[in-house]
């Protein structure tokens, strides 16, 4: 089934402009090519919004010297008048979530429904932070000297530098910068070159929240371009943390040059998701959760489910229902309503799904449904696929790999040992399930020696996390964790303290000198 027909670049175009009017963006700061600036394009049409300015260097440079200056400020901030500024971003956030919404739609092309919990991810990680403003905790540890206090206290780190993805357009720049805010940092953000105008409008409500709460200008500053600006972000030592998502090449590139200068780091790079689903599993359960994290966002999240690990035994009942269901999937303009499947981001997006399908079937894989494209005639320049479903006779090297389109590979075992085997021989550790009646296999993916992952469920699929918990995956997804539990030590320095209140210098572990 075939959404409806899509709409026009030219009244995208208009709509993007109206949703940047009502959050505050001057009409001025979209309308401003000039050479080696930026292209906002729209992926619902592939036609082109507007030109944009890229930062030059100068203007990096500014832009950081403002936040470190601003950090001098805002540390002295108490976190709990912090705080202030984050509620107050969360306020404009809800007002403006039509808004912001929309313009994730047409800018990174998910459907409407998964745009606004997008946005609602932006207001929650608001309130959790603020929240945390009055939960700074050190610790107070039993010091081995009389009459002395040995505790930690947690100091605003500074200049925080956030790089983000154009898939999370905007959720993963809420993440970093509520709680960076909060923990007394300023922030400088360099988004995804393909996703400009979502961060012009998020950038416009927080100079607002800024102003209406007396903070720094500069707590946050943003910078658009490409790859070049966001080295200029990676190579400042005044930077005092580079937070940044986006492809595992991205990682390998900027990992070495912040550690370089002894910077902190916190990667959120790609992952290869499965699911194993045992001979136990409610499939009828497993399939709505395997569909949902497969095929929606078209693929494209960090999270989305890569690899479908199944028990021999019920394989061909869970494949017919999840065959049936992928026929279901209305694919096509994600403003309509109805819409489950929105565009890819870009038609090179397209050719690396048709090339990691050609390999799939090269290595001897069977296409259970989709790949196809879908309203090609209509849209030459978008990339509207079906989703696929790929049986695998193995983990060859294309599965080992991730492709940011919706290709789910299917893998069968006989033991969970095997299952585990399988699910832990890629590259990548973010998210994982398990689909499971069985309270055995549920606690033995969750063991030590169970799902290697940042992120292991049972019983619920590998996307759509909550903000409440750390985020992150291990391997090469990057080690790092953001959003909530202690995830904010990330964003502080700790500072231990020892304080002698006593009359004698007793030494530690019992030295004596003089
Ligand atoms: P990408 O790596 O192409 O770009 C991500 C960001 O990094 C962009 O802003 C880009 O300009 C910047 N960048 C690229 N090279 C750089 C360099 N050498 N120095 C500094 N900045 C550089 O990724 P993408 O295509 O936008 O996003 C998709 C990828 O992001 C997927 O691999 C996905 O799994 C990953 N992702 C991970 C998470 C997570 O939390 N783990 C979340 C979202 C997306």
Redesign the pocket.
Known sequence: DIGSSLPRTEDLRRRAQERLSACGVRPGAWDGARDGGLTARTPLTGGTLCGLPAASPQEVEAAVGEAAEAFAVWRMRPAPARGALVKRLGELLGEHREDLAELVTIEAGKIRSEALGEVQEMIDICDFAVGLSRQLYGRTMASERPGHRLSESWHPLGVVGV??????PVA?WSWNTAIALACGDTVVW?????TPLTSLACAALLTRAAADTDAPAGVHRLVL???????R??DDARVALVS????????R??GP?VAARFGRLLL????NNAAVVTSSADLDLAVRAIVFSAAGTAG????TLRRLIVHEDVAGALLEKVVHAYGQLRVGDPLAEGTLVGPL?SCAAREAMDEALAAAQADGGKVLTGGEPVLQTEAPQAAYVRPAVVRMPAQTAVVRR?T?APILYVLTYRTLDEALALHNGVPQG?SSSIFTRDQREAERFLAADGSDCGIANVNIGTSGAEIGGA???EKE??G?R?SGSDAWRAYMRRATNTVNYSDSLPLAQGVSFL
């Open positions: 790089i983000s993805a154009f898939n999370f993963v360099k988004p995804s070159e393909q371009g490409g790859r070049e600006t966001g080295e972000l990676v940044a998502t986006g492809s595992v090449r991205m990682g590139e900027v040059r959120e790079l790609g992952g494209q999240r960090c999270t981001i991730e940011f973010l985020f992150g995956g997804t990057g790092g953001e």
